[in-house]
């Protein structure tokens, strides 16, 4: 590909993961620059702020900065521990508003879309119903959001491993069975899908966007470690790309992206989301770390 991947997307990274720091809506936030300083990203993905000076702050940098935001919820649930999803109905309204609290904060700080995953996977006599419970969440947290303004709700898909997120849509043909019934009344409703999580799905990029394409609207990019206990970043961990342990490297990016490109979600009209989702261990730093993403996407795509 002649063109930059900019053309035809909004490369963007992931705060919360980057900076494990504010994963709880804490720490003082001023590695934002990090991101908004480098002329390489369109955007950057934040969660809560639990600070309301802090936050307001950050909103004002996010505007100066004239970036593409988006919000995720995601942090809200697993670090407290909550799920949409639950089969108990005051557990699932527990997490629903535990999700609607911050979505004041998603509109503060300018975000273009709100994501949020699906709880604990369960047994198979109790799948129907735990859809069931999604499916209600999704809605009311969708029309919540619509309350505020116009930010559309994401939902991202992860794995149903033990030693991963375990969630109940891992499968991405489940997931686009949801999106196509939340659809129905929230019509901007949409998937996100991660490249650091298709080899824990056991779904190559072809596959996952068989399954779900229609539905897409947001894209991470990434990397995983898979069936190695003694590893650090064992899991859904987000390591950096081509540690030799991992999953991920240019020629797995190569691939996901022709995908996207040949699905026509990557377009020179939309330049949708596309996210590096990264976090750290050893002695990697934030700056190798970003130094690693943009080397490996621009490789990846120089082959696209």
Same mark, same amino acid.
């Given at each position: 590909?002649?063109r930059s991947?900019q053309d035809?997307?909004r490369?963007?990274f992931?705060h919360f993961?980057?900076?494990?720091?504010?994963?709880?809506?804490?720490g003082?936030?001023? @590695?934002?620059s990090?991101?908004l300083?480098?002329?390489?990203?369109?955007?950057i993905?934040l969660s +809560?702020?639990?600070d309301p000076?802090?936050?307001?702050?950050?909103?004002r940098e996010?505007k @100066?900065?004239?970036?593409s935001i988006?919000f995720?919820?995601?942090?809200?649930l697993l670090?407290?521990?909550l799920?949409i999803n639950?089969l108990?109905?005051?557990?699932?309204r527990?997490a629903?508003e535990?999700v609607m609290?911050?979505?004041?904060q998603a509109y503060?700080l300018?975000a273009?879309g709100?994501?949020?995953?699906?709880?604990k996977?369960?047994?198979?006599k109790h799948? @129907?119903?735990?859809?069931?419970q999604l499916?209600?969440s999704?809605?009311e947290?969708?029309?919540e959001?619509?309350r505020?303004g116009?930010?559309p709700l994401?939902l991202?898909?992860?794995?149903q491993l033990?030693?991963?997120?375990?969630?109940l849509?891992?499968?991405?043909?489940d997931a686009a069975?949801?999106a196509?019934?939340?659809?129905?009344?929230?019509?901007?409703?949409?998937?996100?899908i991660d490249?650091?999580?298709l080899?824990?799905?056991?779904e190559?990029?072809?596959?996952? +966007?068989?399954?779900?394409?229609?539905?897409v609207?947001?894209?991470h990019?990434?990397?995983?470690?898979?069936?190695?206990?003694?590893?650090p970043m064992?899991?859904?961990?987000?390591?950096?790309?081509?540690i030799?342990?991992?999953?991920?490297?240019?020629?797995?990016l190569?691939?996901?992206?022709?995908v996207?490109?040949?699905?026509g979600y990557? @377009?020179?009209e939309t330049?949708p989301?596309l996210?590096?989702?990264?976090?750290?261990f050893?002695n +990697?730093t934030p700056e190798?770390?970003?130094?690693n993403a943009?080397e490996?996407?621009d490789a990846? +795509?120089?082959?696209?």
């Open positions: 590909m002649t991947i035809f997307c490369v963007g992931v993961m980057l900076f494990k720091d504010c994963i709880k809506g804490e003082d936030f001023c @590695s934002i990090k991101i300083d480098d002329p390489y990203f369109d955007a993905e +809560w702020i639990g000076t802090r936050r307001s702050r950050v909103a996010l @100066s900065a004239k970036k988006a995720g919820a995601q942090p809200v670090t407290q521990g799920d639950h108990e109905e005051s557990e699932r527990n629903v535990q609290a911050v979505i004041p503060e300018g273009e709100f994501a949020v995953l699906s709880g996977n369960t047994e198979e799948k @129907s119903k735990a859809m069931e499916e209600r999704l809605v947290i969708g029309l959001l619509k505020y116009d930010i994401r991202e898909t992860f794995d033990p030693y991963g997120k375990n969630c849509i891992g499968s991405n043909a069975l949801i196509k019934d939340v659809r129905a009344e929230i019509p901007d409703f949409g998937l996100m490249l650091s999580h080899p824990l799905q056991g190559t990029p072809a596959q996952a +966007w068989q399954a779900c394409g229609e539905y609207v947001h894209a990019i990434g990397n995983c470690v898979m069936n190695n206990p003694a590893h064992n899991g859904d961990e987000h390591p950096p790309f081509c030799p342990e991992g999953e991920n490297c240019v020629d797995e190569t691939d996901y992206l022709r996207l490109l040949e699905g990557l @377009s020179r330049r989301f996210s590096f989702e990264v976090s750290l050893d +990697w190798s770390a970003i130094t943009k490996t996407l990846a +795509w120089s082959r696209v």
